[in-house]
C-alpha cells in the first residue's frame, strides 16, 4: 500500500496515518519525524539538514526529498507519507523516484475539512509539555491538567485565530495545484474530515 494523506493544520493527518499505519501494517513517513530521525542520528542528510533546523529554517526541497526518497526505497511494504508532497515539483520527483523501481502511488487521501471546524479544533488545542499530548480545552477540567502524567497543559504559541487562519491560506495556496495534479491522474480520494477520529478513519477505510 503507498499512500499519501493532504490535508490543513488541525485535520487530523497524523492521527489517521499512525491508525492506518498500525491497520495496515505499513510504515508511517512524516517528513517532520523523518528530518528529526535524519538529525539526531547524524546521517549525511542529517547533517545536511541539520543548520537549517536549528535556525527555525524551511529545509529545502532537495534534501527533504532525498530524505523521503531513501526510506520509501527501503519499505517493501509501502508507505503512508504525511507532510510530502508539498508542491507539484514534490509530486513529481515522488512520481519519478517510484517509477525508476516500477512502482506507482495506489491512492492519495484528501482530507476535507471547513475552515471554522480547523479554527475551531486549533484555537481549543492544548499540549502537554511533558508528555506531549494532544487535547481539547473541551476534554479537560478547567485546571488543565495533563490526564497522562499530571502536567500543567499549554497552549501552542501559533495556534491564534489570526495565525491559524494564516497557516490555513498558506496551505491552500501551495496544495490546491497538488490536488489538481492528483484528480487529474485519477488517484484523488476526497474524505470529510468533520467528526471524531474513528469516524474519519471509518471513511477513509472503506474508500479504499
Ligand atoms: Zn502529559
New binding site residues.
Partial sequence: MRLVLIGPPGAGKGTQAKRLSQSFSVPHLSTGDLLREAVSKKTPLGKKAEPYISKGELVPDNIVLDIVEEKIRGSESGFILDGFPRNIEQARELDLCLERDGRKLDAVINIDIKEDTVVERLKNRLV?P????ILSVKDVSSTWI?P????K?KKRADDTEETIKNRIKVYMDYTLPLLDYYRKKGILIDIIGEGSPDEVFDRIVKSL
Fill in positions: 502537554c511533558k508528555c506531549g499530548a495533563c497522562r502524567c499530571k502536567a497543559l
